[in-house]
């Protein structure tokens, strides 16, 4: 069972940047996307960007295109999102995710799911 873990979130001036990390543990071997999501108060889970794990074929959401970046380090099965020119519609719970039929940025095929980690963006 894969387990996720993400951290680096914090809170930031319009502007700014954060790297967000994904630290995956577990049966990894069922990986094909992986996934960053967002939830916004009073707002639905979004995909933000999606990587296709076994070549590093990246996919973003328009509103991220350009500012956002995903990356993955296989050594150390750890997922990033460098998050550069952050805007305050940008904040939310940001939560990584994978499983064996996840695609793109569809939450609902994505079984694994990290505990979240907040980023808040002020004017």
């Known amino acids: 069972q894969v387990q996720l873990v993400e951290s680096g979130g914090g809170s930031v001036p319009a502007g700014g940047s954060l790297r967000l990390s994904c630290a995956a543990s577990g049966v990894t071997s069922s990986r094909n996307y992986m996934g960053w999501f967002r939830q916004g108060s009073g707002k639905e889970r979004e995909g933000v960007a999606a990587?296709?794990?076994?070549?590093?074929?990246?996919y973003y959401a328009e509103s991220v295109k350009g500012r956002f970046t995903i990356s993955q380090d296989n050594a150390k099965n750890t997922l990033y999102l460098q998050m550069n020119s952050l805007k305050p519609e940008d904040t939310a719970m940001y939560y990584c995710a994978t499983g064996p039929g996840a695609y793109l940025f569809d939450p609902l095929t994505y079984t694994a799911w990290g505990q979240g980690t907040q980023v808040t963006v002020s004017s």
């Open positions: 990587i296709w794990t076994r070549i590093g074929t990246a």
